[in-house]
């Protein structure tokens, strides 16, 4: 008996799991680099003179580059780190193929913000090292958002995406509108992000993870006593992310933000600030709150509704001859889009999580053709500052390539050929709301298709119309950053037209591990 029981304690059992991880710095690389290098650059300016300043700026261009480029290796969409050693399968960042395509479009989104950056920040006089520091902080924030798979993460992401923006936007000293843009911007999402952390306290109490697997898990089979608890952290964590998503009815900081930015502060808002939204959504919704969908999808379509509603009529509304009409319209047209973005979220309450790839398929396509109407902006306003939608009159006649890139950008968002992306795109996101059984919300995309076909067409117009008599116009010369900007978003929008499958393959199948 002595000896069984020797043998027995001495006898290999179970080890106990190691608390000693190993960090795939592989898959973080393309939220490490941006982070860094915006380290570096606040280093280098403090010990950079006045005149190389603008070194800095492309410094910063070559990160974000970098950082894109890191991607490739990543592809098989297989990597996963931070993982609790006693559940595997929960980990806090997840380099699957969402967050791979998500990471894109921000990277990507930030490279073509900074181009149209190096011109703005020397010719403006901004202060080169904070405001490069600000946007690859921003960046690697956002960048960080799709692949955190815990609550905690998320809102770290979220908040390191957001803070920096806040400055951004009141970055021109001396300027009233970018000044009260910035604190109405503040105050809103500081605002939003408080009710979401108390979302996010409440679904912690119910669940007692803040791992979005394992809360997915635990909202099953919820306790009776919790689960008011547990719905009223569901509805609240939405908040800030919808905050995000310029989502009705929290959206009334987007065109006095977008009129008060810097011109590539504001196009950076309308993709990247978006991509951070819906990432969020979707990550809360689909992953880790489905126990819940019940709440959360009639909620979304309503939300979907009203969006593309507001954002539309508002955007019919701009008179052209009215100062910022030019970049007010571009803020409601960003509205609008929200809305068809919000669809396919919504849909996946009734149907396959599949759904959500349309969102993704749209907003790849938005991101390359608003980023590019914003670089156009950019050019124009160098002879025309009071961003005019008049101010467009004409612009074929000055300078052909930038009107017709123009128009092809305006066509593709108002889903009309030659913007055969565009038009795919809506397309796939209206056959997610019929799929889901949503042929209401389908009805109202549709209308509000046909209502955004009026001011983009009317915009697309004016490009051709002969100028003014009295009006004289000087066609400075483009700067080559804003020219590279231009043929980036320009090109990337015509192979999508012309090979549409390489975006809208996200929609058939599943950008999950199953």
């Not at 006693?86 to 990277?107: N, R």
């Not at 951004?168 to 605002?191: Q, Y």
């Not at 908040?239 to 930015?261: E, I, L, M, Q």
């Not at 030019?326 to 669809?343: I, K, P, T």
Request: a neutral charge; glycine letters at 6%.
């Amino acid at each position: 008996m002595t000896v069984l029981s020797v043998a027995a304690a001495t006898a290999p059992g179970p080890a106990a799991p190691s608390l000693v991880q190993s960090v795939d710095w592989l898959a973080i690389t393309p939220v490490v680099i941006p982070a860094a290098v915006a380290l570096l650059v606040l280093v280098a300016d403090l010990f950079t003179a006045q005149k190389h300043k603008p070194l800095l700026g492309w410094l910063s261009v070559a990160g974000l580059a970098a950082a894109t480029a890191t991607l490739l290796p990543l592809r098989a969409g297989d990597r996963t780190t931070f993982c609790l050693t006693g559940d595997p399968a929960a980990c806090s960042y997840t380099a699957d193929h969402f967050a791979l395509v998500i990471q894109f479009l921000v990277l990507a989104g930030a490279l073509v913000t900074a181009l149209l950056s190096v011109t703005a920040v020397h010719e403006t006089r901004m202060p080169a090292g904070e405001y490069w520091f600000l946007l690859l902080s921003s960046a690697a924030g956002a960048a960080l958002l799709p692949a955190a798979r815990d609550l905690a993460t998320l809102i770290v992401a979220l908040e390191v995406a957001s803070l920096p923006a806040f400055a951004l936007v009141g970055m021109r000293r001396g300027d009233r509108l970018s000044s009260e843009a910035a604190l109405k911007f503040f105050l809103s999402s500081v605002t939003a992000t408080a009710v979401s952390l108390l979302g996010v306290s409440f679904v912690y109490a119910a669940t007692g993870s803040l791992h979005l697997t394992q809360v997915a898990d635990r909202l099953d089979d919820v306790p009776a006593q919790l689960d008011t608890l547990a719905m009223a952290g569901v509805a609240l964590t939405l908040v800030g992310f919808a905050f995000k998503t310029a989502a009705v009815p929290f959206h009334f900081w987007v065109p006095d933000t977008y009129v008060g930015a810097p011109l590539p502060i504001a196009g950076y808002l309308s993709v990247i600030g978006k991509a951070v939204g819906f990432t969020g959504l979707i990550l809360v919704t689909v992953i880790a709150f489905p126990a819940y969908s019940d709440i959360w999808g009639p909620a979304l379509a309503v939300l979907a509704a009203l969006t593309m509603t507001v954002g539309n009529v508002a955007a019919l509304r701009q008179a052209s001859d009215r100062a910022n009409s030019a970049v007010r319209l571009l803020a409601w047209s960003s509205v609008g889009q929200a809305g068809y973005l919000l669809v396919p979220i919504a849909a996946a309450a009734y149907a396959e999580r599949d759904q959500i790839g349309s969102t993704v398929a749209y907003a790849l396509m938005y991101g390359a053709v608003n980023l590019g109407a914003f670089a156009v902006a950019a050019l124009v306003a160098r002879t025309k500052p009071l961003h005019r939608i008049d101010d467009y009159r004409g612009l074929y006649a000055e300078r052909p390539l930038a009107a017709l890139t123009l128009a092809f950008f305006l066509l593709c968002l108002a889903g009309l050929p030659p913007g055969i992306i565009g038009l795919f795109a809506k397309v796939t996101v209206f056959r997610a709301a019929v799929d889901a059984g949503l042929g209401w919300l389908a009805v109202v995309m549709a209308v509000n298709v046909v209502i955004a076909l009026y001011y983009y067409l009317r915009w697309t117009a004016l490009l051709f119309r002969p100028a003014a008599a009295e009006e004289t116009r000087t066609a400075a010369p483009a700067p080559w950053p804003v020219t590279v900007a231009i043929l980036l978003t320009g090109v990337t929008a015509l192979i999508l037209s012309g090979a549409p499958q390489l975006v809208l393959r996200f929609a058939s199948g599943s950008l999950f591990p199953q």
